[in-house]
């Protein structure tokens, strides 16, 4: 009995309106590093679908960045903790963990030795510090200045050291040292200084502020050198980023563009004109090597060209809020992935390659989804059930309004069949033709395919009802009795029997047509509420996620064996199930991730 993991398809960088994002890149300029949640990843620019994932953090994380050394890298999170982890080994061995600030980090930077590290931030009186990486120790000095929080550091990548800082005072601040001494503030700024960065060279630093201004400063003694455009932006300037060879800026804006700063002339070299929806803010960019990049509110990370500004080369969707469901297409080779925030995303199972579905979804909660040959229908909490047209990636327009909150829906040969908190619904032909009232709440349901009329719905009444369907009718043949909430209910593909799974921990199978219950066992291995169930192809085998953020396959043929993946995703419920083939399972989770995994017997 084995497993591994065969593939991550990570997640989008977690923005939030009004507050920019910080990004990190390896010294190869091969990788980008951002966070979302308690998660960094570590995403490959080349080849987009390739992504590590660093979970250790148990609060949200804020910024990571790697040593100039490219062996290690810092996280800071919500409570002022970093972690310095190396990145050689899959583990990713924790080296120190310091507690430098008494609040959120906002940013940090190493020293060109990668000796010392240097973080910003709130805290009680003190908003930033300098310590030594292998210790923890204080590097002595002054780094006072500012009377608020620090949103943004760079430290000068040559010698002699300084370090330049961006607050929410609307002034940047130089130092000397080291031991660091406060060498002197900058107001040229009338609004929060977000963005710092010192060129590659060292010569210069520029500041980006929410004015919409950005100057360029001397690297050693910090004269003003010059003022990119008059303002750079119509909006605020969430970041800057310097070209590899320290003769241009990018810079990225809540006016939802992105520009090419000649920092010689102060001129604009290229405007990117990045959308007109709110979602089109720009939040961060960073430019490395051939790599122009950029990270929009939605989170989509957008490779730029400046070549042709007019569009980008390349935008990495999906989803950075947690997954609610997934659904597999009947050919397995398109997956679909719906969110809390109502976003659907179709992926290319070989590749990982992703797209989002275009038109009016439900702007909220997706609570499920049916994927047949030519549509998808999608269920959320806006109370009704749309249309997705799979050819074209888009919502057809069609709504069906079902009058209460749906739970979860499954598939008819002419259309779905919703449970929602006050009824069960038939929808044929995109029409509401049938309701069968209940006086208890629905979580989940299911129908045996062709096999039979039959229907599992299980409730928050700690039974699975299972009826017959005729036409538009339904009439209650028995009830299964559980000890917790049904939360998810699954007929195997060859209609040979039921599993369904429950909050208090168990998974069980029943034989059809009776409904006893398979060896008369039950499964219960997991530590917490059991989210989903799903049958391979062959029935042979079952997959149940959790809360407890493990996986367990389940063998239908060696009952008393199972396997068992752990962490499968770490401090975040599993939330979705389905199987590629009998040896491959993909998994969604509230981290925002695809997983796949391989598992023998």
């Excluded at 500004?309 to 947690?322: A, E, F, L, R, T």
Aim: charged share 20%.
């Amino acid at each position: 009995m084995s497993y591994n993991n065969l593939a991550v398809w990570a997640c989008l960088p977690r923005t939030q309106r009004g507050q920019p994002i910080v990004l990190g890149v390896d010294p190869k300029g091969k990788k980008l590093l951002y966070a979302n949640g308690n998660s960094v990843i570590i995403r490959d620019l080349e080849n987009s679908s390739v992504a590590d994932v660093y979970t250790e953090h148990s609060i949200q994380v804020n910024v990571a960045q790697y040593a100039p050394s490219g062996f290690y890298v810092c996280s800071g999170d919500q409570h002022g903790k970093v972690r310095v982890w190396d990145t050689i080994n899959p583990e990713h061995i924790l080296k120190a963990e310091y507690q430098p600030l008494g609040g959120p980090i906002r940013d940090l930077c190493w020293s060109h030795d990668s000796q010392r590290i240097c973080v910003v931030g709130e805290g009680r009186g003190k908003f930033a510090h300098v310590f030594m990486m292998d210790t923890g120790a204080s590097v002595k000095g002054d780094l006072s200045g500012h009377t608020k929080a620090i949103n943004s550091v760079s430290w000068k990548p040559t010698r002699p050291f300084r370090i330049a800082t961006g607050s929410e005072d609307n002034k940047s601040a130089f130092y000397e040292g080291p031991p660091f001494v406060f060498k002197c503030t900058k107001t040229d700024h009338t609004k929060f200084v977000q963005s710092v960065r010192y060129s590659p060279d060292g010569e210069k630093y520029a500041t980006g502020g929410f004015d919409g201004k950005i100057f360029v400063y001397n690297g050693k003694d910090a004269e003003l050198i010059k003022e990119m455009g008059s303002p750079a932006h119509k909006g605020g300037v969430y970041a800057v980023s310097w070209s590899p060879d320290s003769k241009q800026l990018l810079s990225a804006s809540g006016d939802k563009t992105c520009k090419i700063w000649d920092t010689e002339t102060g001129e604009m070299v290229s405007d990117f004109v990045m959308g007109t929806e709110v979602e089109d803010q720009q939040v961060s960019c960073i430019w490395t090597g051939d790599f122009v990049v950029s990270v929009s509110l939605s989170g989509f990370i957008n490779y730029l060209n400046p070549a042709d500004p007019s569009k980008p080369k390349k935008i990495i969707k999906g989803h950075n809020k947690p997954i609610s469901r997934i659904g597999l297409s009947p050919d397995r080779n398109t997956l679909y992935t719906a969110g809390v925030d109502g976003t659907v995303t179709v992926w290319d199972v070989a590749t990982g390659d992703n797209e989002r579905i275009s038109g009016k979804g439900h702007g909220n909660h997706v609570s499920g989804i049916v994927v047949k040959d030519d549509i998808v229908f999608s269920a959320g909490i806006d109370d009704s059930v749309k249309v997705i047209d799979r050819l074209q990636n888009g919502y057809t327009g069609t709504s069906i309004s079902l009058g209460s909150q749906p739970k979860m829906i499954a598939s008819l040969d002419d259309g779905v069949i919703c449970i929602t908190t006050k009824e069960i619904c038939m929808i044929r032909d995109n029409v509401k033709v049938g309701s069968f009232p209940v006086s208890w709440d629905g979580l989940s349901i299911s129908t045996n395919g062709s096999f039979s009329n039959e229907v599992a719905v299980g409730g928050q009444d700690n039974l699975i009802h299972i009826y017959t369907l005729d036409g538009n009718t339904l009439t209650e043949k028995t009830t299964l009795q559980h000890l917790g909430p049904v939360t998810d209910v699954a007929y195997s593909p060859d209609g040979q029997y039921l599993v369904a799974c429950d909050a208090n921990r168990k998974v069980i199978v029943y034989s059809l047509p009776g409904y006893e219950k398979f060896n008369r066992m039950e499964w219960g291995f997991h530590n917490a509420r059991i989210n989903c169930v799903a049958w391979s192809p062959d029935s042979s085998m079952v997959a149940s996620g959790s809360l407890d953020t493990m996986i367990i396959i389940w063998s239908m043929t060696q009952t008393n064996k199972h396997i068992i993946i752990k962490n499968s995703h770490p401090q975040s419920q599993v939330t979705g199930l389905v199987w590629l083939d009998n040896e491959r399972v993909m998994s969604s989770g509230h981290d925002g991730l695809v997983k796949t995994w391989n598992v023998k017997f």
